[in-house]
T-cell receptor
Framework: GQSLEQPSEVTAVEGAIVQINCTYQ??????LSWYQQHDGGAPTFLSYNALDGLEETGRFSSFLSRSDSYGYLLLQELQMKDSASYFCAPLTGGGNKLTFGTGTQLKVEL | DAGVIQSPRHEVTEMGQEVTLRCKPISGHDYLFWYRQTMMRGLELLIYFNNNVPIDDSGMPEDRFSAKMPNASFSTLKIQPSEPRDSAVYFCASQGARGETQYFGPGTRLLVL
């Protein structure tokens, strides 16, 4: 069957580094996407890993290990505006179907 | 481009009424997705289209839900009859060549009383 696991909540202080882990079980896996959603807003694309390793985009980095069915999103130099929900989403369905879950709510405190 | 457009943004209706949600995808995008988001179940894929053809509707909860895409610039999601448990935020998203990048509309917040 298919499964997706992320922590439900993470709290960190401004300026810190936080890592949001994601484990998945799915068939027809192409890669792992990450999306951000602020309260009352729509999900927006952050990052994508097709291959094992680290992808860096500014303060955000995402990592994938296909053999472990595991990935993480790393947020550095946290800012208050980073308070949001973060979703990992495996890409399947011939490379066109994303599976989201309940996401991780990140709270950044002063 | 204006992005993905959804209407209405908010809908309050009574149980048993028909609800129609509308979506205009980004021009040139071949894929269109309908999602439902609730606190308990998170963001769930209901159905998606490729070139106006439904590809996967396995997420549609029951026969009360139906979706159509009569042309490349318009799609509807209909709930008939609506029930209180259908209360959720419904998102439409479109996608171009890159499967990992979907562009979401602002969502329709549906409340069924």
């Amino acid at each position: 069957g298919q499964s997706l696991e992320q922590p439900s909540e993470v709290t960190a202080v401004e300026g810190a580094i936080v890592q949001i882990n994601c484990t998945y079980q799915t068939s027809g896996f192409y890669g792992l996407s990450w999306y951000q959603q602020h309260d009352g807003g729509a999900p927006t694309f952050l990052s994508y890993n097709a291959l094992d390793g680290l992808e860096e985009t500014g303060r955000f980095s995402s990592f994938l290990s296909r053999s472990d069915s595991y990935g993480y999103l790393l947020l550095q130099e946290l800012q208050m505006k980073d308070s949001a929900s973060y979703f990992c989403a495996p890409l399947t369905g011939g490379g066109n179907k994303l599976t989201f879950g309940t996401g991780t709510q990140l709270k950044v405190e002063l | 481009d204006a992005g993905v457009i959804q209407s209405p943004r908010h809908e309050v209706t009574e149980m048993g009424q028909e609800v129609t949600l509308r979506c205009k995808p980004i021009s040139g995008h071949d894929y269109l997705f309908w999602y439902r988001q609730t606190m308990m179940r998170g963001l769930e894929l209901l159905i998606y289209f490729n070139n106006n053809v439904p590809i996967d509707d396995s997420g549609m909860p029951e026969d009360r839900f139906s979706a159509k895409m009569p042309n490349a610039s318009f799609s509807t999601l209909k709930i008939q009859p609506s029930e209180p448990r259908d209360s959720a935020v419904y998102f439409c998203a479109s996608q171009g060549a890159r499967g990992e990048t979907q562009y979401f509309g602002p969502g329709t917040r549906l409340l069924v009383l």
